[in-house]
């Protein structure tokens, strides 16, 4: 089944996320700051429009403190008063007013006191200036007006966002707000200051000094300022990102980078072929940086320690590895690999070692023109000192057997000769027989091998449970006991090592005596020496294929075919 292949992420500087993280910070800061200082500043400049409209007010009331305001007040909010009003704006006639004004005795204080607002509007150049009045109801009129139309006297306020205090009929405080709906027939807004004059004598109606100020110089000014401000602060903030992040970069990014091209040239430098001495980044800070400088720095020098070591290692594993091969070959050079077609025998034999060079062995050879020699022997341990201590094995076997001895005898002499000098204590088992060509009996010997499987009579192979000395090398002055076998035309054996019954699947079970002397039984018929040993040896391969092989394997099958003949 085919990986999921993941999509690689592109790379991402920590400066530029750094430098983004501290601007953004630094400007929402400064946002926070012209926003409280922009409302700040503007209590100011309202505190200072206000108070000074309040003074105006204030400084003039006192001229208006008339009994004829009273009198004022009350015919200019009668309802034959707005009557007259209704009329002349109908008829567009302000005669009728003037006329209504003189009648009632109230003309001479009216053109008076407009003059004096008039007056006062002029030299404070201010927008409006009037006196108004408000009833219980919370209707509110101008009863006198800094204009010379008696029109808009006893007109309706058009405000709606009076102060609480104008409809107060007790109020002594002088009171000022910001409006910002202003009057339609300016249609701006202004900054309204509101003097306490009075209350009516009929105690109905408070009567109040007004006077408004234009408010756009004002707003003028504070979008001025919030301009002016945030023109400052960006300055400021972008100083303050700037050495920020040049902070920042010389304390955390720098040395961090500086770290990561240090770790990135090692790796590069240093490869499974080569090494290459660390370099240290130099950063020596009392602090975090300092301590990951300096553990990278002890990191590198370690691995470039044990990569000098892995490499001196592989070298040597190399020279080792040629030196088993060569053995190897030597090994094999010395066991049988050519088997002879005679007319009176067929043999075979393998040795599958579980490392490079066994300690298995096997070996035939003619001890005279009528006696066949076979040996088979396991070396207590593998490898090279296995292997030679093999070979001593094999050479002191061989030189006996031809020297004329008995399978026992021969067993006897190597023991000795093995005790006399074996410092690593190894051993071997062997199994050896010999062979008489002419008649088919076998005189055999066995040192502490496995049991011979045989076959006599055309009959399944069958576990020979044969006499067992001790194994050679164990201990010197071992007397061995011989056993013969017969031979007739067609008979057969097959000896081996515990490789074969010791091999193990998965469960790490033994493939057992039992399988294999079955195995060979199914192999036996229909095939020869070499068919049986390699069949049993592929037998053995399959059942251990998903294991590992701890030991050595060997094999060796010989079939009687015929007496030699005795002329010869």
Same mark, same amino acid.
């Given at each position: 089944?085919?990986?999921?292949?993941?999509?690689?992420?592109?790379?991402?500087?920590?400066?530029?996320?750094?430098?983004?993280?501290?601007?953004?910070?630094?400007?929402?800061?400064?946002?926070?700051?012209?926003?409280?200082?922009?409302?700040?500043?503007?209590?100011?400049?309202?505190?200072?429009?206000?108070?000074?409209?309040?003074?105006?007010?204030?400084?003039?009331?006192?001229?208006?403190?008339?009994?004829?305001?009273?009198?004022?007040?009350?015919?200019?909010?009668?309802?034959?008063?707005?009557?007259?009003?209704?009329?002349?704006?109908?008829?567009?006639?302000?005669?009728?007013?003037?006329?209504?004004?003189?009648?009632?005795?109230?003309?001479?204080?009216?053109?008076?006191?407009?003059?004096?607002?008039?007056?006062?509007?002029?030299?404070?150049?201010?927008?409006?200036?009037?006196?108004?009045?408000?009833?219980?109801?919370?209707?509110?009129?101008?009863?006198?007006?800094?204009?010379?139309?008696?029109?808009?006297?006893?007109?309706?306020?058009?405000?709606?966002?009076?102060?609480?205090?104008?409809?107060?009929?007790?109020?002594? /405080? @002088?009171?000022? +707000?910001?409006?910002?709906?202003? &009057?339609?027939? *300016?249609?701006?807004?202004? !900054?309204?200051?509101? $003097?306490?004059?009075?209350?009516?004598?009929?105690?109905?109606?408070?009567?109040?000094?007004?006077?408004?100020?234009?408010?756009?110089?004002?707003?003028?000014?504070?979008?001025?300022?919030?301009?002016?401000?945030?023109?400052?602060?960006?300055?400021?903030?972008?100083?303050?990102?700037?050495?920020?992040?040049?902070?920042?970069?010389?304390?955390?990014?720098?040395?961090?980078?500086?770290?990561?091209?240090?770790?990135?040239?090692?790796?590069?430098?240093? /490869? @499974?072929?080569? +090494?290459?001495?660390?370099?240290? &980044?130099?950063? *020596?800070?009392?602090?975090? !940086?300092?301590?990951? $400088?300096?553990?990278?720095?002890?990191?590198?020098?370690?691995?470039?320690?044990?990569?000098?070591?892995?490499?001196?290692?592989?070298?040597?594993?190399?020279?080792?590895?040629?030196?088993?091969?060569?053995?190897?070959?030597?090994?094999?050079?010395?066991?049988?690999?050519?088997?002879?077609?005679?007319?009176?025998?067929?043999?075979?034999?393998?040795?599958?070692?579980?490392?490079?060079?066994?300690?298995?062995?096997?070996?035939?050879?003619?001890?005279?023109?009528?006696?066949?020699?076979?040996?088979?022997?396991?070396?207590?341990?593998?490898?090279?000192?296995?292997?030679?201590?093999?070979?001593?094995?094999?050479?002191?076997?061989?030189?006996?057997?031809?020297?004329?001895?008995?399978?026992?005898?021969?067993?006897?002499?190597?023991?000795?000769?093995?005790?006399?000098?074996?410092?690593?204590?190894?051993?071997?088992?062997?199994?050896?027989?010999?062979?008489?060509?002419?008649?088919?009996?076998?005189?055999?010997?066995?040192?502490?091998?496995?049991?011979?499987?045989?076959?006599?009579?055309?009959?399944?192979?069958?576990?020979?449970?044969?006499?067992?000395?001790?194994?050679?090398?164990?201990?010197?002055?071992?007397?061995?006991?011989?056993?013969?076998?017969?031979?007739?035309?067609?008979?057969?054996?097959?000896?081996?090592?515990?490789?074969?019954?010791?091999?193990?699947?998965?469960?790490?079970?033994?493939?057992?005596?039992?399988?294999?002397?079955?195995?060979?039984?199914?192999?036996?018929?229909?095939?020869?020496?070499?068919?049986?040993?390699?069949?049993?040896?592929?037998?053995?391969?399959?059942?251990?294929?998903?294991?590992?092989?701890?030991?050595?394997?060997?094999?060796?099958?010989?079939?009687?075919?015929?007496?030699?003949?005795?002329?010869?």
């Amino acid at each position: 089944m085919a990986k999921k292949k993941t999509k690689e992420k592109s790379y991402r500087s920590i400066n530029g996320r750094m430098y983004l993280v501290i601007v953004l910070l630094v400007f929402f800061a400064a946002m926070i700051c012209i926003i409280y200082t922009s409302r700040f500043y503007l209590g100011q400049l309202l505190i200072r429009f206000a108070t000074n409209t309040s003074i105006i007010s204030d400084s003039y009331a006192d001229f208006f403190d008339d009994p004829q305001l009273d009198d004022l007040v009350m015919f200019v909010t009668s309802d034959d008063y707005q009557n007259i009003r209704k009329q002349a704006k109908a008829e567009n006639n302000p005669e009728l007013i003037r006329k209504a004004v003189q009648e009632a005795g109230l003309d001479e204080f009216i053109e008076t006191n407009k003059q004096r607002l008039n007056s006062v509007q002029e030299n404070n150049k201010i927008a409006d200036l009037y006196i108004a009045s408000c009833d219980m109801e919370n209707s509110c009129y101008y009863i006198l007006r800094t204009n010379d139309i008696l029109a808009s006297d006893g007109d309706k306020l058009l405000y709606e966002t009076r102060p609480e205090e104008i409809r107060n009929l007790t109020s002594t /405080t @002088a009171s000022y +707000s910001l409006n910002l709906d202003g &009057p339609t027939e *300016n249609a701006v807004a202004r !900054i309204v200051s509101m $003097s306490p004059i009075g209350v009516s004598a009929d105690k109905r109606m408070s009567i109040w000094l007004v006077s408004e100020e234009d408010a756009v110089p004002f707003v003028n000014d504070l979008f001025g300022f919030i301009g002016r401000m945030f023109l400052f602060l960006l300055i400021v903030s972008s100083v303050f990102a700037i050495i920020g992040v040049l902070i920042l970069r010389h304390q955390l990014t720098s040395p961090i980078i500086k770290l990561k091209r240090s770790v990135v040239n090692f790796e590069k430098h240093n /490869t @499974a072929e080569k +090494s290459a001495l660390p370099v240290d &980044p130099g950063i *020596n800070r009392p602090d975090e !940086i300092g301590d990951l $400088s300096r553990s990278l720095y002890s990191l590198e020098q370690n691995v470039y320690e044990t990569q000098s070591a892995l490499s001196k290692l592989s070298e040597e594993k190399g020279r080792m590895s040629a030196q088993l091969s060569i053995a190897a070959s030597i090994q094999q050079g010395v066991l049988p690999s050519e088997f002879p077609t005679h007319e009176c025998f067929e043999l075979y034999g393998l040795m599958q070692p579980a490392k490079e060079v066994g300690g298995d062995f096997f070996d035939y050879f003619m001890v005279d023109d009528s006696h066949l020699a076979m040996v088979i022997a396991d070396v207590s341990d593998k490898g090279i000192p296995a292997s030679l201590f093999m070979m001593t094995s094999k050479t002191l076997l061989k030189s006996q057997a031809l020297s004329g001895k008995s399978p026992a005898a021969a067993l006897e002499s190597v023991n000795n000769s093995l005790c006399e000098n074996n410092p690593a204590n190894y051993f071997v088992t062997v199994w050896f027989g010999i062979l008489d060509l002419c008649t088919g009996h076998m005189v055999a010997a066995n040192g502490g091998h496995e049991f011979p499987m045989v076959s006599f009579g055309g009959k399944p192979f069958e576990v020979y449970k044969d006499i067992h000395g001790l194994a050679l090398g164990s201990y010197g002055g071992m007397k061995y006991k011989e056993y013969e076998l017969q031979f007739e035309e067609g008979d057969r054996i097959i000896v081996y090592s515990d490789g074969a019954t010791d091999a193990i699947n998965q469960e790490e079970t033994a493939f057992g005596i039992e399988n294999l002397e079955k195995t060979v039984q199914e192999l036996g018929n229909g095939h020869n020496a070499e068919q049986l040993v390699h069949g049993v040896l592929s037998k053995l391969m399959d059942y251990s294929k998903d294991t590992y092989q701890f030991d050595d394997i060997t094999l060796l099958s010989m079939t009687y075919l015929k007496k030699k003949s005795t002329e010869e």
